[in-house]
C-alpha cells in the first residue's frame, strides 16, 4: 500500500498501527541473524517499510530487554552488527504470535460484522 | 567520506553518553551498507550526491540522536506546575519585601532629594538581583527534586488499582509537594543569611556615602548558629524523604517530633542566654522616627518581644508534635515503618 495515496489523517492513523506492529515484524524475521540493513531489506521485501530511524533504535531497545542477543562482526574489512533472538526473546514471540492472532481474529470480526451493517443499511 | 564523519560528528554531541561509540559505528555501518547498496559502480568511491541522498534519507542528526535518547528535564512536566506556583510565591514574597525596604527608606526623610533618588536605584537594582536569586534557589531546589521525587508524582498508568486504594489514601496523611519545595526553599535562604549575611539583618539608612547598615544581631547569637544551621539542615533532609515517600510515615513523624525537641532545646538556650539584639544609639538617631524612647529601651523592647515570640513557638512545636503523634500512631494515619527484608 502507498502512503501517498493516503488523506494526512489516514497516514498518521495507519502510522500508529504500524508502529503497534513493528516490534512483533522485527522479532519474527530474527530467527536467523540479520544485521540492520539485511533486516530492514528484508521486511520492505515483504511489504513491511520500516524507517531507518526507527530501526535501530528499536534493535537496541529489544536487546537491552534481553528479547535479541547480537554481536559486532568484520566483514569485507566492515564490520557489522548482527541480531538474533534470544532464548527468551523466542518465548515472547510466541506468547506475541498467540495474541496477535487472537486480536486479529477478534478486529477481522468487528470488521466483517461492519461492513454486514453498511450493507443492509444500503 | 568526511561528509559522513562530520553527519557522526554531529550526532556524537547529541547522544547520551552510554554506548555513545557504539551506537555511532552502527549508524556508520548502515550508512556503509546503504551507499554500498546503491553505488551503480562499486570498484568506483561513492559520488557525493550519493552520500548525500543517504544522509538525507537517514535524517537529521538531532532527530537520530533523539530517537536514542530518553529525554531528560530539569523540571519536567510531572512537577512543572508545582514549580510554577511555587516560583510565584517566593518572587512575590522577595518582591514585597524589597519593596517594604523602600517605602521604608523614603518614610524617614523629609525631602525628596538626589540622595534619595539614588537609594531609589539602588534598591531596584537590589530588587532584581533578589529577583534573580530567588528564581536561582527555586529552580535548583525543583532541579533536586525532579531527581529525588518518588514514583508517586509520576503518572502512574501501569500500577494495579483497586477502588480500596482511595479508602486508604484518604487514611494516608499525603504531604504536599508545593507546600515542602516553599519550606525548603525559605529554609536554604535563611541558612545563608545567617551564616553568610549576617551582618545584613539589620537597619538600613542612607547618608552621603551611600548605603549603611547596622546589624541587630549582636555577637551574643553567632554561638547558636552552628545549632539552628543543623535543625534546619534536618528539616530540608525531612522534607527531602516526605518528597521521595509522598505521605507520612512512622519514621518521619518520629523524626519531626526528634528535631522539634531538638529545635524547642535551642530556642529555650536562646531565650534564657543573654540578649542577642542590639540596636545602636547611631542607628536609631539616623532612622529618625522622633519616638521618645532611647536605643536601649528600644533593644530592651525588642528582645523582650522575641523571647515572647520564641515562647509562642516553643507551645506550637510542642502542639505540632502532639498532633503529629497523635495522626501517627494512636489514629494510625501516618504508615508504618517499611522494613525490607
Not at chain 2, 553567632?222 to 509522598?246: E, M, Q, S
Amino acid at each position: 500500500m502507498n502512503d501517498d495515496t493516503l488523506s494526512e489523517q489516514t497516514r498518521s492513523l495507519v502510522q500508529e498501527l504500524r508502529r503497534g506492529v513493528i516490534t512483533l515484524a522485527v522479532l519474527s524475521q530474527l530467527h536467523e541473524e540479520q544485521y540492520g540493513y539485511s533486516l530492514m531489506k528484508r521486511l520492505e521485501h515483504r511489504g513491511m517499510q520500516v524507517d531507518q530511524g526507527t530501526l535501530y533504535p528499536l534493535l537496541r531497545r529489544l536487546e537491552e530487554q534481553k528479547l535479541l542477543e547480537s554481536d559486532w562482526r568484520v566483514e569485507a574489512s566492515r564490520p557489522r552488527r548482527y541480531y538474533m533472538l534470544s532464548q527468551f526473546g523466542k518465548k515472547v514471540l510466541q506468547e506475541m504470535r498467540t495474541e496477535w492472532t487472537r486480536i486479529k481474529t477478534t478486529v477481522d470480526d468487528l470488521l466483517t460484522n461492519e461492513k454486514e451493517k453498511e450493507n443492509e443499511i444500503n | 567520506m568526511k561528509l559522513i564523519d562530520l553527519y557522526l560528528d554531529d550526532i556524537r554531541h547529541r547522544l547520551p553518553p552510554r554506548n555513545r561509540e557504539d551506537i555511532l559505528n552502527e549508524i556508520r555501518s548502515a550508512l556503509m551498507d546503504m551507499i554500498e547498496d546503491r553505488n551503480p559502480d562499486p570498484e568506483q568511491a561513492p559520488e557525493d550526491a550519493l552520500i548525500e541522498s543517504v544522509l538525507m534519507e537517514f535524517g537529521p542528526p538531532r532527530k537520530v540522536a533523539r530517537q536514542y535518547g530518553t529525554q531528560s528535564y530539569l523540571i519536567g512536566p510531572r512537577i512543572y506546575p508545582s514549580y510554577l506556583m511555587v516560583l510565584k510565591i517566593v518572587l512575590i514574597i522577595v518582591a514585597a519585601l524589597n519593596v517594604l525596604g523602600l517605602i521604608v527608606s523614603v518614610a524617614g526623610k523629609t525631602g525628596f532629594d538626589a540622595g534619595a533618588f539614588d537609594a531609589i536605584l539602588q534598591i531596584i537594582g537590589g530588587l532584581f538581583s533578589s529577583l534573580f536569586s530567588a528564581f536561582g534557589i527555586v529552580t535548583l531546589v525543583f532541579a533536586g527534586i525532579e531527581r529525588t521525587a518518588s514514583e508517586q508524582w509520576t503518572v502512574e498508568l501501569d500500577q494495579e488499582w483497586h477502588p480500596d486504594d482511595l479508602r486508604q489514601a484518604e487514611d494516608k496523611e499525603h504531604v504536599n509537594l508545593a507546600g515542602l519545595a516553599i519550606e525548603i526553599t525559605l529554609s536554604l535562604i535563611f541558612i545563608a543569611l545567617i551564616n553568610f549575611f549576617l551582618n545584613r539583618i539589620g537597619i538600613y539608612y542612607f547618608d552621603d556615602t551611600g548605603w549603611i547598615s547596622e546589624p541587630i544581631l549582636n555577637d551574643n547569637f553567632r554561638p547558636y548558629i552552628p545549632w539552628i544551621t543543623a535543625y534546619v539542615t534536618f528539616d530540608i533532609a525531612l522534607n527531602l524523604y516526605l518528597i521521595r515517600k509522598g505521605f507520612w510515615d512512622k519514621l518521619a513523624t518520629i523524626l519531626k517530633v526528634m528535631i522539634n525537641a531538638f529545635k524547642i532545646a535551642v530556642t529555650i538556650a536562646i531565650i534564657s542566654g543573654p540578649s542577642i539584639i542590639t540596636v545602636t544609639e547611631s542607628a536609631w538617631q539616623r532612622l529618625n522616627f522622633d519616638l521618645s524612647i532611647t536605643a536601649e529601651q528600644l533593644s530592651r523592647g525588642l528582645n523582650t518581644g522575641l523571647n515572647v515570640l520564641l515562647g509562642l513557638a516553643i507551645f506550637g512545636m510542642v502542639v505540632e508534635s502532639i498532633q503529629y503523634l497523635y495522626k501517627g500512631f494512636i489514629k494510625g494515619r501516618h504508615a508504618s515503618i517499611e522494613i525490607k527484608s
